[in-house]
């Protein structure tokens, strides 16, 4: 079975091989950790990083435009993006629409050229499906993370989008149809390129309880979500949704909505909570902590939390996957327990 009829299965409940599991390291690691050491744990897990090659001397990322130290970058709607540390996303400083004084001669980007945060090179994505395929692994494409509620809150401010909603701003209806007249030039570009899954990554929820209310959400975001959902399911391409946070109070509307496969947060969500409420209706992609056991417990204590969310809510029907995202501050040790943890949960169910 290829890599891409096992993450099919484990989505449609469809009896997969293995539970799909996704380590990421982020790209600040490489300038905190010792490399060597990350070199050693990518190739003693190679179902993990089945692809992985040593390299010679220091690992030098690609750094995201907006993930460069003390580099601003201005983003294509006019949003400033900084940070202070190479590889850790910015966060956006100015707000092009901090008023609505200039919404008037305010553009959409092309979509030919740009996702709304980097550049776009279709051709070469083009290639990439192509590779994608005659590999058997999985073509996955999508939105920029951040693509609508994070969108409009990156271009009028958080407080501004709040008042905005709760005053029923006519402005705020003509910019929302802008971005989403803009997400769905995305969307039908990649949706002809016939891929497997399309993605809608944007963070909705905050350590306890969404950024907006139900009520919002329901009123100005979902139904945004659903008609940009809607072509791809229709084409019957699976439809990915992630969000960090406390999102409990919009997850039936997020299912309501379309979404095939649910990545949110495990101890945030409540192992429990994820098992009562979603395992079995939705694929859960787990995103395993990064808060606390991963991060100051011990490598015994990370493969029982592991262990536990597989027993709770894996199934060998399928619709469980799990990825985890390596980033600073956590001991290396940790770090190599998680992935032996995943490579040995990964066949629970086998």
Request: net charge negative; hydrophobic share 35%.
């Amino acid at each position: 079975m290829t890599k891409r009829d096992n993450l099919i299965r484990a989505i449609r409940f469809e009896t997969p091989e293995y539970i799909p599991m996704e380590f990421v390291v982020n790209d600040a690691c490489w300038h905190h950790f010792d490399n060597e050491q990350l070199y050693d744990l990518l190739e003693a897990h190679p179902h993990l990083f089945p692809d992985f090659k040593r390299p010679k001397g220091r690992y030098k990322p690609d750094y995201l435009v907006n993930a460069l130290a003390d580099k601003p970058y201005t983003d294509p709607w006019g949003c400033v993006w900084k940070t202070a540390d190479n590889g850790i996303t910015g966060s956006v400083h100015i707000h092009p629409l901090d008023t609505w004084d200039n919404f008037k001669d305010y553009r959409t980007p092309d979509p030919a050229v740009t996702d709304g945060t980097y550049s776009i090179d279709w051709d070469q994505i083009v290639q990439n499906v192509r590779e994608k395929r005659a590999k058997g692994d999985p073509v996955t494409g999508g939105l920029p993370h951040g693509h609508t509620f994070l969108r409009i809150q990156d271009i009028r401010g958080y407080e501004n989008f709040i008042f905005d909603m709760v005053d029923e701003r006519k402005e705020l209806l003509e910019l929302l149809d802008m971005v989403e007249n803009f997400n769905r030039g995305i969307i039908e570009r990649w949706i002809k390129l016939e891929p497997d899954v399309i993605t809608f990554p944007e963070d909705l929820g905050m350590q306890i309880g969404p950024m907006l209310s139900p009520d919002q959400f329901v009123k100005y975001i979902k139904p945004c979500y659903q008609r940009l959902m809607e072509p791809v399911r229709n084409n019957g391409i699976l439809v990915h949704m992630h969000s960090d946070g406390d999102i409990r109070t919009l997850a039936e509307d997020l299912i309501d909505g379309g979404v095939d496969a649910l990545n949110l947060q495990d101890l945030v969500n409540g192992i429990d909570w994820i098992a009562d409420n979603l395992a079995g209706r939705v694929c859960v992609d787990l995103d395993i902590d990064r808060q606390d056991i991963t991060f100051s417990g011990t490598p015994a204590q990370i493969d029982s939390l592991v262990r536990e969310e597989v027993e709770k809510i894996g199934s060998k029907k399928g619709g469980l996957m799990m990825i985890y995202g390596l980033y600073p501050g956590v001991p290396i040790e940790n770090a190599s327990a998680l992935m032996d943890a995943m490579e040995k949960y990964s066949y629970f169910y086998s």
